[in-house]
């Protein structure tokens, strides 16, 4: 069985991850959660390669950047743009071998992606980068996938359920509040909110619409484990 190491950006995305494996009688996949710290994302898929790791996962939410990836659609990134000018392409063939696992269920988007060291919080910031770039969604963990991919010579993917769409606020505080192992801590919410109540209803949208992101993902890892379509 082909050995993947997955990064997520938070702890929730790998539970989902765990959580199915155990349910489908699969070995879990080796899985760090980074808090959308690139470096740590490049380091956790460095090691996971020295550990025998064949391939390399991005898995988890993403924000949309243009009105093609409404709340909840699966991206699978064709290319990603890092915020130094970068372009770090996907397997194409492990693209395509996921993409048929799913499709019965699932019509995934494939298209360029932006992996950035911040959150894009506005709509105007939002579509300037999908202008810019033609990508359609943004995260903050997939460059350094890429990077140790590049660099160890394995194969990489990036799975990613949109979560907040490019007409949505994203929170200031969300990002301060995402703990350096991928939990997401109620005290930096609560002193975000206090200062900024107009943000409590971006809030509480952005929690809704992340449960059906992580029902998306919930199905991919439902349908692509234990090898997400690896090319055997």
């Given amino acids: 069985m082909t050995t993947l190491g997955v990064i997520t950006g938070l702890k929730f995305e790998a539970d989902i991850l765990r959580r199915t494996a155990s349910r489908l009688n699969h070995a879990?996949?080796?899985?760090?959660?980074?808090?959308?710290?690139?470096?740590?994302?490049y380091e956790e898929a460095?090691?996971?390669?020295?550990?025998?790791?064949?391939?390399?996962?991005s898995f988890g939410i993403a924000g949309g950047l243009n009105d093609d990836a409404p709340v909840g659609t699966?991206?699978?990134?064709?290319?990603?743009?890092?915020?130094?000018?970068g372009i770090y392409k996907t397997d194409p063939e492990w693209r395509r071998g996921l993409a048929e696992l799913i499709k019965a269920e699932i019509s995934p988007l494939q298209?360029?992606?932006?992996?950035?060291?911040?959150?894009l919080e506005s709509e105007i910031d939002k579509r300037?980068?999908?202008d810019k770039t033609g990508a359609f969604a943004v995260d903050m963990e997939s460059?350094?996938?890429?990077?140790?991919?590049?660099?160890?010579?394995?194969?990489?993917?990036?799975?990613?359920?949109?979560?907040d769409a490019a007409a949505d606020t994203l929170?200031?505080?969300?990002?301060?509040?995402?703990?350096?192992?991928?939990g997401i801590r109620l005290g930096p919410i609560l002193?975000?909110?206090?200062?900024?109540?107009?943000?409590?209803?971006?809030?509480?949208?952005?929690?809704?619409?992340t449960r059906k992101a992580n029902r998306t993902l919930g199905r991919v890892a439902f349908l692509g484990l234990p090898g997400f379509g690896f090319p055997v």
């Fill in 128 to 130: 300037e980068a999908h």
């Fill in 74 to 85: 699966l991206v699978l990134a064709t290319e990603v743009y890092c915020g130094q000018g």
């Fill in 171 to 182: 929170p200031a505080c969300l990002v301060p509040a995402m703990g350096p192992g991928g």
């Fill in 143 to 163: 460059f350094g996938v890429a990077r140790a991919a590049r660099e160890t010579k394995v194969p990489f993917l990036v799975v990613r359920a949109v979560s």
């Fill in 28 to 41: 879990q996949p080796l899985t760090a959660s980074v808090a959308g710290r690139q470096e740590r994302a």
């Fill in 46 to 57: 460095l090691n996971f390669v020295e550990h025998g790791a064949k391939g390399l996962i």
């Fill in 191 to 209: 002193k975000g909110s206090a200062r900024q109540p107009a943000d409590i209803p971006h809030l509480i949208k952005f929690g809704l619409q």
């Fill in 111 to 119: 298209s360029p992606m932006i992996s950035l060291p911040h959150a």
